[in-house]
């Protein structure tokens, strides 16, 4: 399995910014199949998507609540994914897991269950 470890993380105000990152390792060297998705978990809540990528042609898909301020990126060559936050509200508030599919679909997952590798999350907190 791949080791994922995000990164990022904090206690910020309403309006301002931060940068995730996933840092991967440990898997095979092509991950030219693979997607990278972003999901958050607050407290009492579903777990429940965020952004995804895929690796090869870089085509990402968000939800409506994070399209226009979140934008999602990757670094082949460093093995990275990132998580751009902007105006940030304090529904963001979550845990943020960084997760990896292995095998390619056309259409980019928006399950949890449909990813095979998960990181233990940074925990993103919004004040307001």
């Known amino acids: 399995q791949v080791q994922l470890v995000e990164s990022g993380g904090g206690l910020v105000q309403a309006g301002d910014s931060l940068r995730l990152s996933c840092a991967a390792s440990?898997?095979?060297?092509?991950?030219?199949?693979?997607?990278m998705g972003w999901f958050r978990q607050a407290p009492g809540k579903e777990r429940e998507f965020v952004a995804g990528?895929?690796?090869?042609?870089?085509?990402?898909i968000y939800d409506d609540s994070v399209k226009g301020r979140f934008t999602i990126s990757r670094d082949n060559t460093k093995n990275m994914v990132y998580l751009q936050m902007s105006s940030l509200k304090p529904e963001d508030t979550a845990v943020y897991y960084c997760?990896?599919?292995?095998?390619?679909?056309?259409?980019?997952?928006?399950?949890?269950?449909?990813?095979?590798?998960w990181g233990q999350g940074t925990q993103v907190t919004v004040s307001s």
């Open positions: 997760a990896l599919r292995r095998n390619f679909l056309v259409l980019i997952p928006m399950m949890s269950n449909e990813y095979d590798d």
């Open positions: 990528i895929t690796w090869n042609g870089g085509r990402t």
């Open positions: 440990g898997g095979p060297v092509s991950t030219y199949s693979y997607t």
